[in-house]
């Protein structure tokens, strides 16, 4: 018979493993309290259209990496490539727009991509993200990086770089493009084959090439920020005087441009200091255009995401301490069929209360569920025999000291419930 195995690209996560992303769900979930963020859940599936629209036909999602099938109605699908356009399309879908502005929304959800596997990236990978959609000012932008600044800390990551540009809007960004098309032309022999592809589909995305020469060719490259508008040359530099008022230092990029082309204006990514393509943990930026590109009115939005998988192995590597995952306190021993009922009993008075409580494996010897608690880390156990029976009464044993006690359930029930 074939043994099965996870398909490639996607992993199990195990028990040991669930504290880290409990605790980085937690912190993130409080972050989004504490700044007016509400949750949103989008489905798993989309209109691949959402996407095609909304991230781009000459990004490398949708050339390469969407999950795209057809349903048995004949409709084109795909899994949830990115967190972004589903949010928008709920906002568009759910008359959101008659809301307070900015609406202000949260997810934390799986994404899947077709893509080379690699330390924290899996072709199923899981994402927290913050949207704000309804409001241009800057001040929003300073509110986004503060929150994502502010989640990193408060995971316990400390040795990160917060990187920032403009890349501008549609007003001038098209001068912008023509003078990186005409630098990168007289580079065509000098540049990767993919590269070769994006100076005729997508000239932006030849900066954020990850091969070695074409990194080299994009330091010497026009910069995007000499490039911008009064309008956005004015939002910028308020970008930057909000971060200075926080306290926010920020390193600016002229290379950075984030890989989806509904991005305008301010984009920013916060980087660890593990060097590698593959070593950002979070990123983001405004999308002034994208609501429009999917049938709204034109509405300014701004947001980020980050994948668990990658914030877990940073939280790992920097050493924080993680708190484990609760676990029972009590495991109940028994000594034959009769105290196996008292105890069987007794386990579901205790977790009627809110306690944790382990029966021990049935047919084993009172040693044997010793050791049995000693594997599990409980720190007491409550043995249940003949006399214990008749008397009413539990043996309480204090694991850590050897010590034990006899107590009447009743009691100790109360106990519980008081404390």
């Known amino acids: 018979m074939p043994t099965f195995q996870a398909p490639r690209g996607t992993t199990d996560r195990l028990p040991p493993e669930q504290k880290y992303w409990r605790y980085i769900e937690s912190k993130a979930m409080d972050v989004a309290r504490r700044f007016g963020y509400g949750r949103i859940d989008s489905p798993m599936f989309e209109d691949a259209g959402l996407f095609v629209r909304g991230v781009g036909e000459g990004t490398d999602i949708v050339e390469k990496e969407m999950y795209i099938f057809e349903d048995r109605g004949g409709d084109m699908l795909t899994l949830r490539a990115e967190g972004t356009a589903p949010v928008c399309r709920a906002y568009l879908q759910h008359g959101m727009q008659n809301q307070a502005q900015p609406v202000r929304m949260y997810y934390i959800c799986p994404v899947f991509r077709y893509e080379r596997p690699q330390a924290g990236r ?88 990850k091969v070695e020469t074409c990194r080299a060719l994009g330091e010497e490259a026009p910069k995007s920020t000499e490039c911008l508008c009064a309008d956005c040359d004015t939002h910028w530099n308020r970008v930057q005087s909000y971060l200075d008022a926080m306290g926010i230092a920020n390193r600016v990029d002229h290379r950075l441009v984030r890989g989806l082309d509904y991005y305008t204006r301010t984009v920013f990514e916060i980087q660890p200091a593990v060097e590698g393509a593959q070593s950002t943990i979070l990123g983001g930026g405004r999308y002034d255009g994208l609501i429009e590109q999917l049938g709204g009115r034109h509405t300014p939005g701004i947001g980020f995401g980050s994948g668990i998988e990658r914030l877990a192995l940073n939280v790992q590597r920097a050493g924080v301490d993680v708190p484990d995952e609760p676990s029972p306190q009590y495991l109940i021993a028994t000594i034959g069929e009769e105290a196996r009922v008292e105890g069987v009993r007794l386990a579901n008075s205790m977790r009627a209360i809110g306690v944790g409580a382990i029966l021990a494996n049935g047919g084993r010897a009172l040693r044997g569920q010793m050791r049995q608690a000693n594997a599990l880390e409980v720190s007491s156990v409550l043995i249940l025999g003949e006399d214990e029976v008749r008397d009413g009464t539990v043996m309480v044993r204090d694991m850590a000291t050897s010590s034990q006690e006899a107590i009447t359930t009743e009691a100790f029930l109360t106990g519980l419930r008081s404390g």
């Not at 580079?187 to 994006?198: A, E, P």
Request: with cysteine; aromatic share 8%.
């Open 122 to 209: 899996f072709r199923q990978h899981h994402q927290f993200g913050i949207e704000a959609i309804g409001d241009p000012d800057p001040s929003v932008d300073a509110e986004v990086i503060e929150l994502a600044w502010t989640f990193t800390h408060d995971i316990g990551l400390s040795d990160i770089t917060l990187v920032t540009n403009s890349i501008g809007d549609p007003e001038c960004r098209p001068e912008y493009i023509r003078s990186l098309k005409s630098y990168y032309e007289k580079q065509q022999t000098h540049i990767c084959q993919d590269c070769k592809g994006r100076l005729e589909r997508n000239p932006l995305r030849l900066l954020d090439c």
